[in-house]
C-alpha cells in the first residue's frame, strides 16, 4: 500500500473515532444540562423502591400519594402507611391498624408516635434516609435508601 493511502485509512479512522467521541461528549453535556435535579418535594408522591441493607433484606416497593403510602412486600402483601410531614425533607410513619399486615411492630412503632424520617441526601434518582424509632426501652437507627421509580 503506498503511503499515501495509509495515511488516508489513517485519518480515515481517526476522524470516525473524534466524530464518535465528539457525539458522545454532546449527549453526556446535553444530558447533564436537561436532567433535572430532584429535591424532597419530589418523594412524596410517585412509586419508589426501598433497597435492602444490612438491617432488612427485603425490597419494599411503595406508592405516595397524598399524604399515604402503600408499602408491597416481595411476597406481594401491602401494609397502609400514614405520613404526617413536618416539612418537605422530614415526616412521620405511622401504621393502618386495619391492614392486613399490622402486627405488634407496627402497634409499637404508632404507640410512640411513629417511625421519624429524614431525609439526608439525594443522588440522582436515589434519596438517602435515616429512620429513628424510639421508645422507653429501644432506640433504633437505621439508614436506608428509596430510588424513585415515576
Known amino acids: 500500500m503506498p ?23 454532546l449527549v453526556l ?4 444540562t436537561f436532567s433535572q435535579d430532584l429535591t ?3 418523594f412524596k408522591n410517585g412509586e419508589f423502591l426501598i433497597l435492602p441493607n444490612a438491617y432488612d433484606l427485603n425490597t419494599l416497593r411503595v406508592t405516595r400519594q397524598n399524604g399515604k403510602q402503600i ?3 416481595e411476597s406481594g402483601n401491602d401494609l397502609l402507611v400514614n405520613i404526617k410531614y413536618v ?4 415526616y412521620f410513619l405511622s401504621y393502618d391498624p386495619e391492614t392486613e399486615g399490622f402486627d405488634d411492630v407496627s402497634e409499637m412503632i404508632n404507640k410512640a408516635g411513629g417511625l421519624r424520617i429524614s431525609m439526608t441526601k439525594i443522588v440522582g434518582d436515589t ?6 424509632f424510639k ?7 437505621r ?3 428509596m430510588v424513585k421509580l415515576r
Open 3 to 25: 503511503a499515501i493511502g495509509l495515511v488516508q485509512v489513517i485519518y480515515e479512522d481517526v476522524t470516525h473515532n473524534m466524530r464518535k467521541y465528539l457525539f458522545l461528549a
Open 143 to 145: 439508614n436506608g435508601r
Open 71 to 73: 408499602e408491597t412486600n
Open 127 to 132: 434519596l438517602y434516609y435515616k429512620s429513628v
Open 135 to 141: 421508645n422507653d426501652t429501644i432506640n433504633y437507627v
Open 29 to 32: 453535556i446535553v444530558q447533564n
Open 40 to 42: 424532597c418535594k419530589d
Open 87 to 90: 416539612d418537605d425533607c422530614n
